[in-house]
């Protein structure tokens, strides 16, 4: 009961940062068409930011200002960057993330180092908020939950009741229509791609020092982001979110799970000790997302909610 | 009608030139290199550039010739390389008996390509149903689940340590016992040879045409009888089948596989390399691995900064120049023998002035800003200069020229598309 | 009786709520040569698209030679026998025009997905990719990236494609759109000389062409044929000429003069 409880909420925690991150993908993706390959940079990019800013003032400061600065490095390399490549298609456009991912990478080292840097909770939220079952459960967590859900909020807010939103929704079904409204196509592009960035970044800044910021943390976290917006059907915020919790709870849960393949197949014969039998399923954590995302792509190409195929 | 056939299929004389020669000077150059007494560790590096030139050629079957990007290319290679590791271990354990015991070393890459062409015929099935993003995105996701999976089965990967093996085991093949570095450089030559014929042949095939075809436009080959997924399928299994071959290479060249082989960082890399060779040729690839091992094995020693210095330039390939270093190349090629060649040679001194220039800054801004991240109070002193990250030398020489750079590349830009 | 070339039972066709086809029947014989007119959007389009496989009939029987291929990939639907060209040129742009021809031709010629032959060596391929260049008069410019033609030899191309392999029923979308009259007139020729003993399914806007070349004339309006027959009975027909208003009504009659 004890490991169900904490895995749940951990894993609700974790999915929602995923689903910060995918947001921004997905808004991104379903209006501009570019999948954008470093938008876990981002991710990174702000948790560095943010341990920055709190080194210089203060973690509050840093919650705002390090999504907005990755906001901002997104919209520069928008209109620098993707707007020149797009004449030649989005495989250009792909590639072109891809690079940035790989640029974004090695000038983190540069300026930050090698190792992990000591991005630490703020001290105003770094207290135990309420034992269960004999464990301790940090407050920062719950903080990353109101920080998350608020985001959510908003998101839905902006969507679904301001004049920018509508302009973005009718975007997502009919992505060519835009710029027939009379809106300034390569502005709304460019805020797009700034906002989407900057909500990675915001990621960033509460999910840095929650696991760990480290150089190689886009590297870890891009892939499992692609994972989430195929699976939860590209284009669709919805899916988006179901898919981001889906994976979040099984991967946290999977972790905490020490039985075995003999354990569970031990009916059709599996034994213990043979290397298959072996294999616990905490084990097998890292590789669920991508087994899900091609069992996805094979089963129901359109993903969970989606509209297109992808 | 049959003139007329002549006069559109090239001759025999052109033929010669254009596809006979260039193989045949390429083989003559792989002959004699070990002949200019060069050392064991160039003798390395070559062998890397040729398992390096087959692997990136197998991936622009995919990238330039079929029009499909690729995240986890390394699989293929990985797999086909694990499985002639093992195989190498099978020949020693078989000690000259039994069917593993005649097999030569030496015809390890027919294995890594018969396991490569498997792996595509298995992996490729779900993959090749939809072409472009979603095609990319699967072939990430392969590569991940691969990658990770291979950690779990350690009797077939080896875990963290990967598995080795002993290429101077089993039967000898024209003498060649595959010890010395000079025979191995032999066993590599032949084989990226092959590898290059082979799939130079191949974009000759009906099957090569009609991967550029489904290429160009997928629906249309649909209305001239052709079923595009099964073309992709098709040449998806021959990309993995020769990724696999340059595995069976490197399995005796290096005599290990790690599970990091299979990883997204193997396959991005040949990415960029490919890319940056130009995909739109022929040997765009060749250009792109050898300069990306040459960076890798020598560049390394120099600076910590070259990873970063191949991510700048494949985004200036990808900003600048589709074409890559092929279509320079051969750009050059034709400009060179063109009536305007003088003007011509006057604008590439203008752009190569203006690229020098932006090199210079960016060359010294990365080398000083890695010495000062470093924090070993090391300090960048190209040709007797100190540039400190404080000093005001530095500021001005990282940011001087490439102002100046760009503004003359800008300027040969706008005097282009005016004219 | 001979068994109809291609026979339309009853099709239908929706997009959404959207009834683009609306119950269409149509029969055209063995060597005929059929003409398909009518007003912008009315379908023509959408039925090719139908009969060669881009689409799938939401009810309805599509028969070639006998045979049904509603709902049947396009690649197929092409095996049997059908080929056809696009209203808005659907070429392999990066590839030159002799390539072009040449990968038209490489099903029909047998070398199906062959990955052990070598395109050079098969004199047959080569002297048909020629003998179909000469015929259209590309022979010039066989070596030109697609991507580089003017727009009238794009549409020729789209037309040599089209005819390249042997298939014996062809469909030609508005192959003459947008051309001058001199290309309309040497365009119409090369149809002629290369759909003969062939069943061609031409749509077209350009009434001297239409009544230049069809053996019998469709009208289709709104998804539905309104009139099917010899040119004089379509030219007198009053529902014909109640749906083409106006100027299109006088394009009618001139196209009857011509
Ligand atoms: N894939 C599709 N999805 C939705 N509607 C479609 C689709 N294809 C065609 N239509 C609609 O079907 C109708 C008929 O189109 P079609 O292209 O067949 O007309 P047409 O007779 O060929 O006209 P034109 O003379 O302009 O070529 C149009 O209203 C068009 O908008
Ligand atoms: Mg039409």
Known sequence: METIVFSLLNGMIYGLLLFMLSSGLTLIFSMMGILNFAHASFYMLGAYFAYTIMGVTNFWLALFLAPVLAGGVGMLVERWGLRRVHVNGHVAELLFTFGLAYLIDEVVRIIWGRNAVNYKVPEALDFTLFTLYGSNYPAYRIFILFVAVFMLVSLWYLLKRTRIGLIIQAALTHPHMVGHLGHNVPLVFMSVFGAGCALAGLAGVIGGNYFITDPAMAVQMGPIVFVVVVVGGLGSLEGAFLAAMLIGILQTSAVSINASFSDIFGFLGLT??????????????????????????????????????? | MTTNMTTLAPSASEKFTQRALPFILFALLLIVIPFIGVSRGTLTLFNHIGINIVFALSYNMLLGRAGLLSFGHAVYLGLGGYFCVHILNWIADADGSGFWGNVPVFSLPIFGFAMGALAGAIIGWPSCRRAGTAFAMISLGVAELMSTAAFMFDSLFGGEMGISGDRMSGPKFFGLSMGPIEQVYYFIAFWTLVGTVAMYAFTRTPLGRLSEATRDNAERVQFIGYDPTRVRYLVFIFAGAFAGMAGGMSAVQDEIFTPDSLSLIPSGAILIATYIGGIRFFAGPIFGAILMTYMGSNLSDYTAGWLLYLGLMFISVVLFVPDGIAGLVFGFWRGIRSPGRYALIGKWITQILGLALVATSVIVVVEVAYRWSDGYGDV??????????????????????????????????????EA | MTEAALQLIDVHKSFGHAKIIQGLNLEVAKGERHAIIGPNGAGKSTCFNLISGRFRPTSGRILLNGKEVGGKPAFEVNRLGLSRSFQVSNIFANMTVRE???????????????????????????????????????????????????????????????????????????????????????????????????????VEHDMGVVFGLADRISVLVYGEIIATGKPEEIRGDPKVRSAYLGDDAEALTLGGAA
Request: glycine share 8%.
């Open chain 2, 380 to 417: 960048f002193a190209p040709f007797g200069f100190d540039l400190p990250h404080n000093g005001a030398l530095t500021w001005v020489i990282g940011t001087l020229p490439l102002l100046a750079g760009i503004l003359i590349l800008r300027r040969v830009k706008r005097t282009e598309s």
């Open chain 1, 272 to 310: 213990a000790s043979s290397e298959l039998g072996r294999i616990t399923v905490a084990q097998l954590a890292p590789t669920l997302p991508f087994l899900l995302l091609v069992l996805v792509l094979i089963a129901r190409p359109r993903g969970l909610m989606g509209e297109r195929e992808v």
């Open chain 3, 100 to 202: 072009n021809v040449r990968c038209s031709l490489l099903y029909s010629q047998g070398h199906g997905y062959a990955f052990w032959r070598n395109v050079g060596s098969s004199r047959e391929l080569q002297e048909k990719t020629a003998w179909v260049l000469e015929r259209v008069g590309l022979i010039d410019k066989a070596h030109t990236p697609a991507a580089l033609l003017s727009y009238a030899d794009q549409r020729t191309l789209e037309i040599a494609m089209t005819i390249a392999g042997d298939a014996d029923v062809i469909l030609l979308d508005e192959p003459t759109a947008g051309m001058s009259h001199s290309e309309t007139e040497y365009a119409v020729e090369l149809i002629r000389k290369a759909t003969e003993g062939k069943t061609l399914v031409i």
